[in-house]
């Protein structure tokens, strides 16, 4: 299959997960890319990664202000409608509480994907600051790695 695992990541949290991720899907046999997101000095997005080209997509992208933050939230929201596309998404935060932020953030990731006619299939919410953290990060490998 052919994946893409559109990221946008500030600190890198959110970029190693996804580094980790792939590594497994490749051994797996899946052919995939990771395109990260870019912005600008005044934090305007200067490319906009095509999802077309993939057979199902990965989005990845972590909480800023109890939301998902506003450059992923952007991107969605530009993205053309594809009928049945297969999508995922994943999210980072900083707290280890999925009610301060990561649960938000995958209910307005799921809303823009619904309304793109895309078929939502997986979610997962790393707590960076968790002590289970890197059992997180294991789960969701495994979950997101059965496609
Ligand atoms: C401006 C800002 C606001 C944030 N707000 C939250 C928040 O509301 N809840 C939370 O759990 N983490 C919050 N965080 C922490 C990030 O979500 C967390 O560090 C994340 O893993 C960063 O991902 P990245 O390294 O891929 O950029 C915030 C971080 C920043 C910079």
Same mark, same amino acid.
Request: hydrophobic share 35%; net charge positive.
């Given at each position: 299959?052919? &994946? ?9 949290? $959110?970029?190693?997960? =996804?580094? !980790?991720? !792939?590594?497994?899907?490749? !051994? ?8 990260? &997101? ?7 997005? $200067? ?7 993939? $057979?199902?997509?990965?989005? =990845?992208?972590?909480? @800023? /202000? ?14 053309? @409608? &594809? ?5 995922? /998404?994943?999210? $980072? ?11 938000? /953030?995958? +209910? ?7 309304? +793109? ?8 919410? &790393? ?7 890197? !059992?997180?990060? @294991? ?9």
């Amino acid at each position: 299959m052919k &994946i893409g695992i559109i990221v946008y990541s500030n600190t890198g949290n $959110t970029l190693s997960v =996804a580094e !980790k991720l !792939k590594k497994n899907l490749v !051994k797996k046999g899946n052919i995939v890319n990771i395109e990260k &997101i870019n912005i600008d000095g005044n934090k305007k997005i $200067t490319n906009n990664p095509d999802i077309s080209k993939y $057979t199902y997509i990965i989005f =990845a992208s972590f909480v @800023e /202000a109890f939301h998902l933050n506003p450059i992923m939230n952007k991107y969605l929201k530009q993205l053309d @409608e &594809i009928e049945n596309k297969k999508v995922s /998404a994943f999210i $980072t935060q900083g707290f280890s509480k999925s009610w301060l932020g990561g649960n938000k /953030a995958i +209910k307005q990731i799921k809303k823009i994907c619904n309304n +793109k006619n895309f078929i939502f299939d997986k979610s997962g919410i &790393i707590n960076w600051g968790s002590k289970n953290r890197e !059992k997180q990060i @294991e789960q969701l490998i495994i979950d997101f790695s059965r496609t």
